[in-house]
């Protein structure tokens, strides 16, 4: 899937509304920078609530906004009618996560109708430098939209 494509204003309007009501992303402060037809990025600081013993990013924020990316990524190529869900998705850990803030960006591998493969890369940003600090690979499942309460 590329990012080249214009993506809908509907199904960037939706994609953004669904992400707003996601409260584990603003306990992180995480918000979405980017979005493209299969492609997601969301950004996060390293609250100091999401840091492990030794004052690294903890492994929970940077799966969080890693399978988060790559869901929403996958949201962008869904029907109005459809949600999706996280099927299963594995990370690597590749470097502590320090600095900034964390980069995810997610992308939609393959875009199939009952499966879809995604996968999201974690950076960490220190002014103008990027560590890539892990790498996720996954598969999301189309639900039903559930209607609103």
Partial sequence: MTSDTQLDPTIESRVRASFAKQSMMRTLGAEIMTLGEGRCSIRSSIPPGARQQQGFGHAGLT???????????????????????????????????????????GRVIRPGRRLITVQSEVWAVTGDTRRQVAVLLGTMVPVPLTPPE
């Fill in 63 to 105: 799966f969080s906004i890693g399978d988060s990316a790559a869901g929403y990524a996958a949201l962008t190529c869904m029907g109005l009618d459809s949600e999706v869900v996280t099927s299963e998705i594995k990370i690597n850990l590749l470097a502590p996560a320090t600095g900034d803030y964390l980069l995810a960006e």
